[in-house]
């Protein structure tokens, strides 16, 4: 989802978590997470991407934190597309995952472009449109992805195999798939 929570939790969040230069900052081949970068993207909406994107130094960054329930882990490219109506440029990722009813409810979400999502939501799109994992950006993946996915569930399996391909990652959870 897109909902911003009390940005004073976040503040508390950042507090508790400590250092960010652990395990939770690196991206899925176990490297520095790069940022999932919306610079380039003009949209007024959400200019910035991540669950800690009211902390400046994490904008555009898919970092992890115990407190994000929604897991915003991968850095997808959302791809694009036009509302015939009123040729609104939006996502059918939105649609596609049923979190937006309609094209035109998508216009108001975060435009195509890099975005961090729920590591539960690219399963299901995976599951459903497989060539989802293109969109997927590596570098900007956070690695509490492959952590997180739960082998004995085929669509986590599956998803995570997805990744471990699409990434080159052989170590780890990526060696029992």
Known sequence: GTGMANPWLWLVAVLAAGSYADQSQ?????????????????????????????????????TAVNEDMGS??????????????????FSPFWTKTGQASTPQNAASWPKPGPWCICMWAFASMLDQ???FVNDLDCEATNGWTIDRYDLNKLLHRNALKAICNKCGVKTGKCMSI
């Open 72 to 89: 915003h882990y991968v850095c997808v490219n959302l791809p694009a597309a036009t509302v015939p109506t009123t040729g609104d440029t």
């Open 26 to 62: 690196l991206n899925v081949r176990g490297t520095l997470l790069a940022k999932c970068d919306r610079s380039a993207v003009h949209d007024p909406r959400y200019p910035t991407t991540g669950y800690m994107r009211p902390v400046k130094d994490l904008q555009n960054k898919c």
């Open 129 to 131: 449109h497989p060539e």
